[in-house]
């Protein structure tokens, strides 16, 4: 009832989410992209793959259709290194894939093609797009509607039976609430960023609704990894308040930006090589398979795709890599870790325009710790949850729908004065002289 009440909310809002998105139309387009992306599952079964490879060609086609065409991206050149460095993550990882071994593995390149195309179709939204972290927050809570309305009408297939043992999990609701996917985490996962979000943005009512529909999807999950990433996200958000009560900043520092990344990535590695095989509910059995599996390539990694033939032939866990680390690692060895971190430090320094920095990075941050122990964004494929990275890679204001910039024209185009801005501002103090002088 809770995604009931939330979807007659979110069209009654309608006209906030158009603000928050810049205009209505990148809002429908965008939201539209991610709910259906995520009810790939449920629309096409086996095939989901492939209507979500559909759906991204359309993203792009929409993009290039509605003047979308300059490949600058941002203005803000730490911005725009975050979109470039990604894509040499994505080719150097294909490269590592298609020359070691017996190169690509079954349909991986289509996986490739996919995240290209995204992320081409990512790159022409941000030259011309800006939101605000609010918009996270409404696209989170439209996914959070779809995963719980269809409750009203499966029944007990929504959950997972409580785990026991030594890996016990539980949630108040004796059992794990997973909607219509395989795991409870993915669930826990989309709540959490839409919780931290609409911290970030939201305010009394709004911020009240939505945090009852968070908290009670997460406790649901009885997801333990989300409630330590939301333990974080809130310190770094109660530490923003204070910072930004002091003073505004436009910028996270380079120094604090990098070195953030640098301990998280350190943290990760150490996590890698240090896990045995109960380590952390079993995911160290994934983490010391794929340490096994590069050891001789630490430096360059042997290609994601890789992973799934060790798994057809029963050489590696089903799960995936539970880290977002390790998946690059993995994908690209060090090389692409080190690619994966100056991405990283360069959202985290990427500018904001309302001096909120600290505040509107603060899903980056949640970003970052939560790639410690899940999957968040696979940037070698596309699938449900890379709509978290691209919003993230949106946002250039904090929380207020004012702060947006409405399309259409290139982002950030205060930043760009056209060619008579000088004579202007000239003219401006001139008269403002004279008046004082009068």
């Known amino acids: 009832m809770g995604g009931v009440a939330t979807a007659a909310w979110l069209v009654a809002t309608r006209r906030k989410i158009a603000a928050a998105f810049g205009d209505s139309r990148t809002a ?17 079964g086996e095939h989901s793959s492939a209507l979500i490879g559909l759906l991204v060609l359309g993203l792009l086609a929409w993009v290039v259709g509605s003047g979308g065409r300059d490949l600058r991206g941002p203005s803000d050149g730490w911005l725009r290194l975050a979109w470039w460095t990604v894509g040499a993550l994505l080719l150097w990882c294909l490269a590592v894939d298609a020359i070691v071994g017996a190169g690509l593995y079954g349909s ?19 030259a011309r797009t800006a939101v605000t972290t609010r918009a996270l927050a409404y696209t989170g809570l439209a996914v959070l509607a779809l995963l719980t309305i269809p409750t009203l009408f499966s029944g007990t297939s929504a959950w997972r039976t409580c785990t026991g043992g030594q890996l016990e999990k539980c949630s108040v609701a004796g059992a794990l609430f997973k909607s219509f996917f395989e795991s409870e985490n993915y669930v826990a996962m989309v709540a959490t960023f839409t919780l931290v979000a609409a911290l970030c943005a939201m305010r009394r009512r709004e911020l009240f609704a939505t945090a009852a529909l968070c908290l009670l999807v997460i406790v649901a999950t009885g997801s333990r990894t989300s409630y330590l990433a939301l333990a ?12 930004e009560r002091w003073r505004r900043f ?56 890789k992973w799934y033939h060790l798994r057809d032939i029963g050489e590696a866990p089903t799960h995936f890599f539970h880290s977002g680390y390790v998946l690059a690692i993995f ?30 990075k603060a899903p980056v941050v949640l970003f970052l710790v939560y790639s410690l122990t899940e999957v968040v964004w696979n940037p070698l494929s596309v699938d449900g949850l890379s709509w978290i990275f691209l919003l993230l890679m949106l946002i250039r204001a904090a929380g207020s729908p004012r702060d947006a910039l409405a399309a259409p024209g290139p982002v950030d185009a205060v930043d760009r004065p056209g060619g008579l801005a000088g004579l202007r501002a000239l003219a401006a103090r001139r008269r403002t002289t004279a008046g004082s002088a009068g």
């Open 331 to 360: 994908a690209g060895g060090f090389l692409a870790l080190v690619i994966w971190g100056l991405w990283a430090t360069a959202l985290l320094h990427g500018r904001v325009r309302d001096g909120r920095a600290f505040t509107a």
């Open 28 to 44: 429908l387009a965008l939201v539209g992209f991610v709910v259906l992306a995520n009810a790939a599952p449920v629309l096409a």
């Open 250 to 305: 436009e910028r996270i520092p380079l120094v604090l930006s990098a070195g953030l990344v640098v301990v998280l990535g350190a943290a990760a590695t150490y996590l890698m090589y240090s896990a045995d095989r109960s380590t952390l509910s079993n995911r160290g059995n994934i983490w010391v398979h794929a340490r096994d599996h590069i050891a001789d390539r630490k430096v360059t990694g042997v290609g994601v795709s």
């Open 232 to 243: 974080v996200g809130g310190a770094w958000l109660a530490g923003s308040y204070l910072v």
């Open 108 to 126: 991986r390149l289509v996986s490739y093609a996919a995240a290209g195309l995204f992320l081409l179709a990512g790159l022409l939204v941000a």
